[in-house]
């Protein structure tokens, strides 16, 4: 049985094109997973047991000005499917680690720099100036979990049409 990978929290899945819904349209890009709102750094816990195949930068202010230095790790869980857990602060495991459901993984991150957010912003950024929005970044793959693509940028995808292998998580997650 999957666990939930934020504990003290309750389950909020957002859905609908609400903020932070899976695929939500965000005007020039859309949004690759499920934002599930959580103070910074609380612990975040793996979803299903599986191995690392890849850790990384999410975010970082050297490619979006108003961006924070924020981390990803990629599990390939034992039933298959790829979970990508982002928009963390640290990361506790490293690439080839096997992980247990339910261990501790990172803690949740800081993507948005609210001061340095400005009137050359996109729009959907320039309304969450002054929220400091914190979240577990969720996404879910069949195959090819993306780290890295021209079309891939801090957990969006800028394009319209969905990668092949991008999966909906709202109700794997909605089942746990
Ligand atoms: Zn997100």
Redesign the pocket.
């Known amino acids: 049985m999957p666990s939930w990978p934020l504990k003290n929290k309750q389950k909020e899945i957002p859905t609908n094109n609400h903020p ?1 819904s899976f695929w939500e349209d965000r005007g020039d890009r859309h ?1 690759c ?1 499920i ?1 599930l709102y959580s103070d910074v750094e609380s612990d975040v816990f793996a979803i299903e047991p599986g191995i690392v195949i890849e850790t990384g930068l999410m975010t970082s202010p050297e490619w979006i000005h108003y961006w924070n230095h924020t981390y990803f790790v990629i599990i390939k869980n034992d039933h298959g499917n790829y979970w990508k857990y ?2 963390l602060k640290e990361i506790y495991v490293k690439s080839g680690e096997n992980i247990s459901e339910g261990q501790k993984i990172g803690k949740v991150g800081l993507v948005l720099d609210s001061e340095k957010i400005n009137e050359t912003s996109p729009a959907y950024i320039q309304k969450l100036k002054g929220k400091n929005p914190s ?1 577990l ?1 969720l996404e879910l793959y069949s195959y090819e979990p993306i780290s890295r693509h021209e079309k891939y940028l801090g ?1 969006n995808w800028f394009s319209d049409e969905m990668p092949d292998q991008l999966l909906d998580p709202t109700e794997k997650l909605a089942s746990i």
Do not use: A, R
Request: glycine share 44%; aromatic share 0%.
């Open positions: 932070g949004h997973g934002d982002g928009e979240m970044h957990g």
